[in-house]
C-alpha cells in the first residue's frame, strides 16, 4: 500500500512525462489525469493520518460470522 509520499512521487512521475517529449492529446489527457489521481490519493492519505480518530471503526459482533 502507497503512502502519500509515494503517492506524491508517481503524481511527479507522470508530470514528468508530460513535459519530456510531445504527446497526442489522449496520452497528455491521460497522464493529466494519471496525475490528478495520485495527487488526490496522496492529500486523501494525508488528511487520514490526520483524522484517523475521526474514521468509524465496525464493532467486532457486526463482524463476527455467525
Excluded: G, Y
Excluded at 509520499?5 to 489525469?33: G, H, M, V, Y
Amino acid at each position: 500500500m502507497f503512502n502519500a509520499e509515494q503517492f506524491r512521487a508517481k503524481a511527479a512521475e507522470f508530470r514528468a512525462l508530460l513535459t519530456n517529449i510531445a504527446r497526442s492529446p489522449n496520452e497528455t489527457r491521460e497522464f493529466r489525469d494519471l496525475e490528478q489521481t495520485c495527487t488526490t490519493l496522496a492529500e486523501n492519505e494525508e488528511w487520514m493520518a490526520v483524522h484517523s480518530h475521526r474514521s468509524t471503526r465496525a464493532h467486532a459482533s457486526v463482524c463476527k460470522k455467525t
